[in-house]
């Protein structure tokens, strides 16, 4: 099947006007001038003519947060696991994701309760693994441990041993450091969110922060087994809202290779430094700045530390976020692209994806670019998984 006459995304610049040929599930040929006529209507599943559309490698999101919220939409609400899993791959397809790995959390004490529980996570990993062949995003696992969390090397291991997770990263939540290193907004946020006085949010804030003390021993060895045993399987291992080089530091000696929504500029200049790869969310790039205070994502981009972008909790952000840092990327949009497809699926060990070369899977985003921009369609192995109606696929002569 050609797609034709497309502004094709490459890997180092923006093809106007090229083709693309797919054969099977990969991509067979690319041309720099439109094909039409009997060419274009000649393949056994017709072809596209794109008039001008963008062309772009399929996303890939290695930090999705909405499966959480996909299962259970308000609390105490819970959907059908089929349900939730179909309306989260529903949600990300339209998006133009073609690979995304579900964030799910291990950390019975946070504000979402037992959504984060073992029973509660477990429970969705296994559904979502019973259901990947029928559903059109290649949907992945990464789990996601608070480092307190007692009980995180036995789950580690058994996640392991079940082929059920792609991607483990630590997460410490403990208040003064991190995402929550102002204390003052946390008391403000903890009062809202718990309906409690002031005097009880400050109580609240400071058990958390004798809990992680009183633990500090335990969590340190039990960081360096789950590091050990994500090397020995092979497991991509992050890290997760570093607030300083010396966080930096010590995650890079426990192996971690990507360094997830750093929260200060110091913190992402000593990743790179350190050779991990920074990753900020597709919203605080749209929108340019965070919800929570802490490094904009756009100011990461401009200062040359930005090497992925993630859905975060919103993946319609991405392609609006592609387009925004596009404007400014050394490299123009082939640059600000590479961010959600072809760095991703090298830090995650994805070799046959994440850019339009031949060969390479046609996993394959058509958008515009006019306004915050809209995925018109996506493919999944030359396979139309999702379609806004507006483009019709000429069918074989």
Known sequence: MWLSNFRIVLPEAVLDGGALRIEGDRIAEIRDTPVAGAELDGGINGGINGG???????????????????????????????????????????????TGYAAVSFNPKSAYGHLRSYE???????????????????????????????????????LI????????????????????????????????????????????VQARIDEKQEAAGDVAATLAAISATCALHDIALASHDDDTPEKV????????????FPVTEDAARAARARGLLTAMGAPNALRGESYSGNLSARACHAAGLLDILAADYHPSAI???????????????????????????????????????????????????????????????????????????????
């Open 52 to 98: 001008g559309l963008l062309l772009m490698p399929g996303f890939i999101d290695m930090h999705g947060d909405m499966i959480e919220r996909e299962v259970e939409p308000r609390p105490n609400v819970k959907m059908p696991m089929e349900l939730g899993l179909r309306d989260l791959d529903r949600r990300l397809k339209t998006a133009g994701v073609t």
């Open 120 to 158: 509660h996570s477990k429970e969705m990993l296994r559904a979502l693994k019973s259901m990947r062949s029928i559903l059109k995003v290649d949907h992945r696992v990464h789990a996601r441990f608070e480092i307190n969390y007692p009980n995180a090397l036995a789950v580690v291991e058994e």
């Open 161 to 204: 041993a079940d082929g059920t997770v792609d991607l483990v990263s630590l997460t410490d939540h403990t208040p003064g450091q991190g995402q929550y290193r102002d204390l003052e907004r946390l008391t403000r946020r903890t009062q809202a969110e718990k309906g409690v006085t002031e005097a009880e949010a400050i109580a609240a």
């Open 249 to 260: 530091a010590l995650m890079q000696s426990l192996g971690a290779a990507i360094s997830e």
């Open 319 to 397: 392609l609006p976020a592609v387009l925004i840092l596009g404007r400014t990327d050394p490299h123009g949009l082939a640059g600000a692209a590479r961010l959600a497809t072809l760095n991703p699926a090298r830090a995650l060990g994805l070799a046959d994806r994440g850019e339009i070369v031949p060969g390479k899977r046609a996993d394959l985003v058509i958008a515009d670019d006019e306004g915050v921009g809209h995925v018109r369609a996506t493919l999944r192995g030359g396979r139309k998984i999702f379609s806004d109606g507006s483009l019709t696929l000429r069918a074989a002569a």
